[in-house]
């Protein structure tokens, strides 16, 4: 009985540390917050740089529904990595950057109003989820098997 207390501790505790970690990657992502006014057929963009090779993410949320905005995303060369007209009240897309570089997210609005954006552009770091995702998944399984484990100890009589 102690041994499979101290499993499910163990299961927990690497559930946890895996999460933090999850969390403290996050928050230190290669970010950018900012806020538009854009009146229609105008367009902005947002520089950013990023460092090696990744997926980049971009969150675009507006005040109103039935919006149309182009999206572009292009690198350091002027070559386009993404390029996608949005209508969504909010979107979140990803896209891949194979070196490091400044990358620019540029917005149009085609809409015949003036729209409120607030865009979110960064990295996700992908790369650095590896470890603390396996410690999660360990933890998970762990805790599994200690469920299984305590289940099939208990014999319960049944009446004939």
């Known amino acids: 009985m102690y041994k499979g207390l101290t499993m499910f501790r163990v299961a927990l505790i690497a559930i946890v540390i895996g999460s933090v970690w999850i969390g403290i990657v996050f928050s230190?992502?290669?970010?950018?917050?900012?806020?538009?006014?854009?009146?229609?057929?105008?367009?902005?963009?947002?520089?950013?740089?990023?460092?090696g090779d990744g997926i980049g993410f971009y969150e675009i949320s507006s005040n109103q529904y039935n919006n149309s905005i182009l999206v572009k995303i292009l690198d350091s060369n002027g070559n386009y990595l993404d390029l996608k007209t949005?209508?969504?009240?909010?979107?979140?897309?990803?896209?891949?950057?194979?070196?490091?570089?400044?990358?620019?997210?540029?917005?149009?609005?085609?809409?015949?109003?003036?729209?409120?954006?607030?865009?979110?552009?960064g990295d996700t770091r992908y790369q650095e989820f590896l470890i603390p995702s396996l410690m999660i998944f360990i933890g998970a399984c762990l805790l599994m098997f200690t469920g299984y484990r305590r289940l099939k100890s208990y014999i319960t009589a049944q009446p004939e």
């Open 86 to 121: 949005i209508t969504n009240k909010e979107t979140v897309n990803y896209f891949v950057f194979e070196h490091t570089g400044e990358f620019t997210l540029e917005l149009t609005n085609l809409s015949s109003n003036p729209v409120q954006l607030t865009v979110e552009f």
């Open 28 to 51: 230190y992502t290669i970010k950018d917050l900012k806020n538009f006014n854009v009146d229609k057929l105008d367009s902005v963009s947002m520089p950013l740089l990023l460092y």
